[in-house]
Each structure stands twice: as C-alpha cells, then as structure tokens.
C-alpha cells in the first residue's frame, strides 16, 4: 500500500516558522516529483512548491517565493517543506503529493496523496 505520511502542522504566530516533512512509503517514490499544495476552506486547492526526482529544480508559486523552501531527503523518499515569515493567509490544510506530472504546478497530475496537516497562523 502506498502512502505518504505528514508531520510538522500546527499553531504559529505571523512572522514565524514551520517545517513540515512528508514521508513516503514504497521503494519506487525516489522516481517521482514531490510537491505540497494547500487548500483554505472555501477555496480550491492551491500549489505551493515541488521538486523534482534529482531534487535539482524546484518550482514555487509567487505567493511564497522567497519564504518558504522544498527539499528531499538523500535517499528521496522524504520531502520537507521550510515555511519562514508565515502570513495569516498562509493558514490552509496542506498536502503532501506524488506523481510523475506532465506539469507540477496541477494537483490533477499527482496520484499519490498524504492525508493532509494544518497550519494556523495566527496571533
């Protein structure tokens, strides 16, 4: 069975930091893009960052450039996401996912998917 295990969610303050990993289960996942989206409530779901197999290109939406930071583990099957100045609008469930997408920026492209953390940022 696959899966993909997250860790890391919680309660920050604006301006503060998170680190959230995402471990995957299985031999293969070293051959497949790792990305995180986030969804809000009553919003649809929103890419944040991936990267690639090598883990040598990553990609970025530009509401989080210079903030946060995705990487991979040395053996690949771990995926972190660094999360620096948190924003109140950065509160969203976030999810760990896995595929071999055509474009990474589309979560339809992405098979595989952790159950998902929260992070609250808020005073």
């Known amino acids: 069975q696959v899966q993909l295990v997250e860790s890391g969610g919680g309660l920050v303050q604006p301006g503060g930091s998170l680190r959230l990993a995402c471990a995957a289960s299985?031999?293969?996942?070293?051959?497949?893009?790792r990305a995180w989206f986030r969804q809000a409530p009553g919003k649809e779901r929103e890419f944040v960052a991936a990267i690639n197999r090598s883990g040598e290109t990553t990609y970025y939406a530009d509401s989080v450039k210079g903030r946060f930071t995705i990487s991979r583990d040395s053996d690949k099957n771990t995926v972190y996401l660094q999360m620096n100045i948190l924003k109140p609008e950065d509160t969203a469930v976030y999810y760990c996912?896995?595929?071999?997408?055509?474009?990474?920026?589309?979560?339809?492209?992405?098979?595989?998917w952790g159950q998902g953390t929260q992070v609250t940022v808020s005073s």
């Open positions: 996912a896995a595929g071999d997408p055509s474009s990474p920026y589309l979560y339809r492209n992405y098979r595989h």
């Open positions: 299985g031999r293969t996942f070293s051959g497949y893009f």
